[in-house]
């Protein structure tokens, strides 16, 4: 198969592959044959090279996109993580002052379910904590 006999199409396909160094012998022929008759190929080719010698090959157009969209899930995974860790440590915590003396009502009359809050407050600190080193 020669340069000529493939559609230019193809030979612009194999490009970016040839300019890495990653295409197979035959495909560099291949290429190599149709840069040398069509000089538009051959520039972008070159073109290709020195963006793989610099290193700012195109990244997908959509990237920026796609890791905003992620970044601001995780940030809002987080604040309700953080969200949550409050309200449950702060719930059993909840105080009356009375003739000189503060007593905790959760405590004082649902000992079980202030420490399940607490239990939940500490698994919501681990989250958000994980989810916070994520974003970073």
């Known amino acids: 198969m020669t340069a000529s006999s493939v559609h230019p199409d193809v030979l612009?396909?194999?490009a970016p592959l040839y300019a890495a160094g990653e295409a197979s012998a035959?495909?560099?022929a291949l290429v190599e044959a149709g840069a040398a008759t069509d000089p538009a190929l051959a520039r972008e080719?070159?073109?290709l090279r020195?963006?793989?010698r610099l290193g700012t090959a195109a990244p997908p157009a959509d990237l920026e996109a796609r890791a905003l969209?992620?970044?601001r899930r995780a940030v809002r995974r987080r604040s309700g993580w953080l969200a949550g860790a409050i309200f449950f440590t702060v719930f059993p915590l909840t105080f009356m002052y009375s003739g000189g003396k503060m007593s905790f009502l959760m405590f004082r009359d649902a000992p079980a379910t202030a420490i399940l809050s607490l239990v939940a407050?500490?698994?919501m600190w681990v989250l958000f904590a994980r989810t916070a080193r994520a974003v970073r």
């Open 69 to 71: 969209g992620e970044v």
């Open 45 to 47: 080719i070159e073109a």
């Open 121 to 123: 407050a500490g698994a």
């Open 26 to 28: 035959a495909s560099a």
């Open 12 to 14: 612009r396909d194999l």
């Open 50 to 52: 020195r963006a793989v």
